[in-house]
Antibody, heavy 119, light 110 residues
Framework: VQLVESGGGLIQPGGSLRLSCAAS????????MSWVRQAPGKGLECVST????????YYADSVKGRFTISRDNSENTLYLQMNNLRAEDTAVYYC?????????????WGQGTLVTVSS | NFMLTQPHSVSESPGKTVTISCIRS????????VQWYQQRPGSAPTTVIY?????PSGVPDRFSGSIDSSSNSASLTISGLKTEDDADYYC?????????FGGGTKLTVL
């Protein structure tokens, strides 16, 4: 299993960014996926989840209305569109493959991509 | 909704055994599986325990997980400590489609 994130960087408050996660080594279309972030020196927070087929999505209250999760099962890629970014969104964003149940926890983690929101 | 509370830090010597606790604030600890993640400095997390007490392939049997309904808590025990175990450890459980993470425990092996 390999999960490779990209798309992070420095962005001004109010700006937009799209993260990508290229998945390989497993049947991507069979698994729910999540984005988990970690602010500098802080703990882990699951910000968004998408079902295996893409029909169901979930968001943490902290990002609801600003972030959109999506996936392209034909390209084995997960996305996170982040709009109206705030300083408190500064974090490393990890792509996470959920376990086979889709509920319990993380099977595999990506290496993360850093998003810095600052003027 | 519930919280998971972990000690901020623990320390122990190489070769010894350490146990990290994770206390659930409400609802039964046995109601939802607990996972444990290890995060070495500068690295992404990795899963060391899933479904309360299962080890992924490649995780040494020095790592074990358990739950205790009397204290409504989960525990991660690491025996035969090695310097490479020096890391942050996070417990995690869930309700509906939401994940709840503990605040993390810094394990120092010295």
């Amino acid at each position: 299993v390999q999960l490779v994130e990209s798309g992070g960087g420095l962005i001004q408050p109010g700006g937009s960014l799209r993260l990508s996660c290229a998945a390989s080594g497993f049947s991507f279309s069979s698994y729910a996926m999540s984005w988990v972030r970690q602010a500098p020196g802080k703990g882990l927070e699951c910000v968004s989840t998408i079902s295996s087929g893409g029909g169901m999505t979930y968001y943490a209250d902290s990002v609801k209305g600003r972030f959109t999760i999506s996936r392209d099962n034909s390209e084995n890629t997960l996305y996170l569109q982040m709009n109206n970014l705030r300083a408190e969104d500064t974090a490393v964003y990890y792509c996470a493959k959920r376990d086979s149940s889709g509920w319990y926890g993380v099977d595999n983690w990506g290496q993360g991509t850093l998003v810095t929101v600052s003027s | 909704n519930f919280m998971l509370t972990q000690p901020h830090s623990v320390s122990e010597s190489p070769g010894k055994t350490v146990t990290i606790s994770c206390i659930r604030s409400s609802g039964s600890i046995a109601s939802n599986y607990v996972q444990w993640y290890q995060q070495r400095p500068g690295s992404a997390p990795t899963t060391v325990i899933y479904e309360d007490n299962q080890r992924p392939s490649g995780v040494p049997d020095r790592f074990s997980g358990s739950i205790d309904s009397s204290s409504n808590s989960a525990s991660l025990t690491i025996s035969g400590l090695k310097t490479e175990d020096d890391a942050d450890y996070y417990c995690q459980s869930y309700y509906s489609s939401n994940w709840v993470f503990g605040g993390g425990t810094k394990l120092t092996v010295l």
